[in-house]
């Protein structure tokens, strides 16, 4: 039976996963090396091989691995890492290839959970998908008629990065108005503090000052209390964030946008208000036809994204 290995790098871990069409036979882990090129490679190549001794499929090859990765890449090798600098300029996919005789295909992280949410997910009914990843930063991909829109030099996708304020909130990519820096995770928490700076009577204020240092369970708790702070952050979160999926679907034309990161939790909060955004503020025929859903995939969209590579 062909199967795919997958390989989804983060922060702090690697994920393997053997995959069949949209199943997961077998997964393992193993942290994330962060100092050492060769420490990482043979990282790789280990939880390769602890993967195929594991997995339900012993004594087959697989036939290609696939690799989700946090920065950019071109042709297996890392252009650009923004966390894990030591990797940049290391070919990757080579080192595999020959060790396990199989293709071996690198590509953007975000992009892998786009086209794992168009195949196996949230977006299997759309022509053109787009996927909105909401965590420490804004990651994203765009998949039309099944293909992944990965640009001339494979660097396309890169939502976060577009501008939503000029002039605004420096980014850590060097420039400012980033909408990472108004629609991310870390911003809303951000918004949040300060709202509860404001209002020192608040539930909101309360959770910081317990805590010490507020976190997404936190606040969320204080929204659904019916914290007024807490909703005033949440209503400037959801502001900027509409705005800037308004440009992306004016510029991408989506019949579906999957909104995916760890806040994707409280789709109920968050999906029919970005719905109500694109339908008052996107061009026609659009306006009407973009359906705004939470991702299905959760942390195994990546996974199954980098098995159709």
């Known amino acids: 039976m062909p199967y795919s290995v997958c390989i989804d790098i983060g922060g702090s871990k690697i994920a393997f996963a053997a995959v069949v069409g949209q199943t997961i036979l077998a997964r393992t882990a193993l942290p994330t090396p962060q100092k050492d090129a060769f420490a990482f490679l043979q990282s790789l190549h280990t939880g390769v091989q602890t993967l195929l001794a594991n997995s339900a499929l012993p004594g087959e090859k697989p036939c290609k691995i696939g690799i989700g990765f946090p920065g950019f890449c071109a042709q297996g090798v890392v252009v650009h890492a923004s966390n894990l600098h030591h990797l940049q300029g290391v070919d990757l996919a080579t080192p595999l290839q020959q060790a396990f005789g199989c293709p071996v295909h690198l590509e953007n992280d975000a992009n892998c959970a786009a086209l794992g949410e168009y195949h196996c997910g949230a977006l299997q009914n759309a022509r053109v998908g787009l996927m909105l990843t909401l965590g420490t930063g804004v990651g994203g991909g765009v998949v039309a008629e099944g293909r992944l829109l990965s640009g001339a030099q494979g660097c396309a996708g890169e939502i976060g990065h577009t501008t939503l304020v000029a002039g605004g909130l ?120 973009t359906r705004v859903v939470p991702a299905q995939l959760l942390n195994d969209a990546g996974l199954l994204g980098a098995s159709f590579l």
């Open 170 to 289: 420096p980014c850590g990519c060097g420039r400012k108005g980033c909408l990472e820096q108004y629609s991310s995770t870390t911003a809303l928490l951000r918004m949040a503090r300060a709202q509860a700076q404001k209002h020192p009577n608040s539930l909101l204020h309360t959770v910081c000052g317990t805590l010490g240092a507020l976190n997404g369970k936190g606040f969320f708790n204080a929204l659904h209390a019916g914290d007024t702070a807490a909703g005033e952050a949440f209503a400037q979160f959801l502001y900027y964030l509409g705005e800037g999926l308004v440009s992306l679907c004016n510029a991408f034309n989506p019949d579906m946008v999957a909104i995916g990161g760890g806040i994707s939790a409280e789709h109920a909060l968050i999906c029919p208000p970005l719905q109500a955004h694109v339908r008052q503020y996107a061009f026609p025929p659009g306006h009407n036809r």
